[in-house]
């Protein structure tokens, strides 16, 4: 059998040029952004992007490291007339087992850094993890940070939900933010601007992109002692909460009065499984993918624990997790 190769069509799509090796799998298609390296690919499993490790393709996907891929991704989603999606870390999200369609916008790349020593600030890329954060800083003798450790975040999707661990929270240190605006304006948001409360802000809900922080620390500290203060917040979660298996965290944000988890655990639910989800047993508050769950699954076990808690407790626990796509 004699085999040939064909080399990939070049289609043109508004000025772009799209490879296609159709014949082979959908995630050959690509665009590359004009007078950039930066690549949109279609059919990008997002499983791999989230910490649930669950969900179905992106319709598109990019991963800009400048702000100016960034922009250009933004002006190529408006042009085509998709809806857009942000991606971070992936570890606060339920994406459906149907995907997203439009283009989604992953800033992991986005992670540029900069010390400002005389007076304590840093300003950190939306892309940079919060545990990277928190040790950097520690390495310098900077307070304010300690609590972050433990967050399997990013610093953008801190800043949207006010992440918050060991008794601290973004609000405490945050100075600034800037985010991009759908038209491809910039504001600068205060946290009195954010409105902060416990687990949300203004952000919330918005087509708007956080692309960097500035965060106000404390110089000066010994940076052993605070590298060792650091440690005992990630010990200290390691050690109650389970990391042994794929998880987006804490799953309810915790009402009035009460522990999302401990009500969770009064009904009778640790342990409690669904397909491949299963509620921690170490943690009521975490839901596990204990191998080929799917998101399906995750969802009806988070349903299920709702309904549970609101027939003993007349309490409608509210999700942490951003539930995206359809189910």
Not at 146 to 156: K, L, N, R
Not at 206 to 224: H, I, M, R, S, Y
Request: proline residues 6%; glycine residues 10%; charged residues 15%.
């Amino acid at each position: 059998m004699t085999l040939s190769y064909n080399p990939p069509k070049l289609t043109t799509v508004k000025g772009l040029t799209l490879s296609s090796q159709s014949m082979l799998k959908p995630s050959a298609y690509q665009i590359r952004l004009p007078g950039t390296d930066c690549l949109i690919k279609a059919h990008i499993p997002l499983a791999t992007l989230t910490s649930f490790r669950v969900g179905g393709p992106a319709e598109w996907y990019v991963a800009p490291r400048t702000y100016e891929e960034l922009q250009a991704s933004f002006e190529w989603a408006r042009a085509e007339g998709l809806p857009i999606t942000f991606l971070g870390a992936g570890s606060n999200l339920l994406v459906s087992d149907r995907g997203l369609p439009g283009l989604v916008i992953g800033t992991r790349r986005l992670r540029q850094t900069q010390f400002d020593s005389a007076t304590g600030q840093v300003t950190v890329g939306a892309g940079a993890p919060l545990p990277r954060l928190a040790w950097q800083v520690a390495a310098q003798g900077w307070q304010g940070m300690e609590w972050a450790v433990g967050i399997p975040g990013t610093v953008g999707g801190a800043v949207v939900m006010n992440a918050g661990a060991q008794g601290g929270c973004t609000a405490d240190s945050l100075l600034n933010a800037h985010v991009l605006l759908p038209d491809r304006t910039t504001r600068i948001f205060t946290p009195e601007a954010l409105s902060y409360a416990y687990r949300t802000s203004t952000l919330q809900g918005k087509n708007w992109l956080v692309t960097q922080a500035t965060f106000q620390l404390e110089p000066g500290a010994d940076p052993t002692q605070v590298t060792t203060e650091t440690s005992m917040h990630l010990n200290q979660r390691r050690a109650t909460q389970p990391y042994h298996l794929p998880s987006c965290g804490s799953v309810f944000r915790n009402p009035n009065h009460y522990k999302a988890g401990w009500l969770i655990e009064k009904v009778g639910l640790k342990g409690y499984q669904i397909g491949g989800a299963q509620i921690a047993q170490r943690h009521a508050n975490f839901i596990l993918n204990c191998g080929g769950a799917n998101a399906n699954d995750i969802f009806q076990l988070i349903r299920y624990a709702q309904q549970a808690v609101n027939h003993q407790w007349n309490l409608w626990l509210e999700p942490e997790v951003q539930i995206l796509g359809e189910f």
